[in-house]
Nanobody, 126 residues
Framework: QVQLVESGGGLVQAGGSLRLSCAAS????????LGWFRQAPGQEREFVAA????????VYADSVKGRFTISRDNAENPVYLYMNNLKPEDTALYYC???????????????????WGQGTQVTVSS
């Protein structure tokens, strides 16, 4: 069973930056798409960004477009979520998730993803 492990969360002031990492327990694990999601207390889990393994195409939620960047260096390295110009409304538990089926698109629905990490907390103070 593949495990995803997130890291890099923390407390930051508004306008600051963080880099989240998502690593698989198996270095040879291959996914079709890897997504970042977040969930604030009392709210549903929402899509943040996703990247396709084969082409590194990306897609973002409108709320983070221009501020967040999802990327990976190569197939063996973690997937990163660079978060700049953070706002208090970005405060949430951030999860990474892997979608393993062959796909022609980058899914945004969390119910479609197959493997999930435990999450890393991001808190942005005003």
């Amino acid at each position: 069973q593949v495990q995803l492990v997130e890291s890099g969360g923390g407390l930051v002031q508004a306008g600051g930056s963080l880099r989240l990492s998502c690593a698989a327990s198996t270095r040879t694990f291959r996914y079709a798409a890897l997504g970042w999601f977040r969930q604030a207390p009392g709210q549903e889990r929402e899509f943040v960004a996703a990247i396709r393994w084969s082409t590194t195409n990306t897609v973002y939620a409108d709320s983070v477009k221009g501020r967040f960047t999802i990327s990976r260096d190569n197939a063996e390295n973690p997937v990163y979520l660079y978060m700049n110009n953070l706002k208090p409304e970005d405060t949430a538990l951030y999860y990474c998730a892997a979608y393993v089926l062959t796909t022609a698109y980058l899914p945004k629905d969390p119910d479609k993803y197959h493997y999930w990490g435990q999450g890393t907390q991001v808190t942005v103070s005003s």
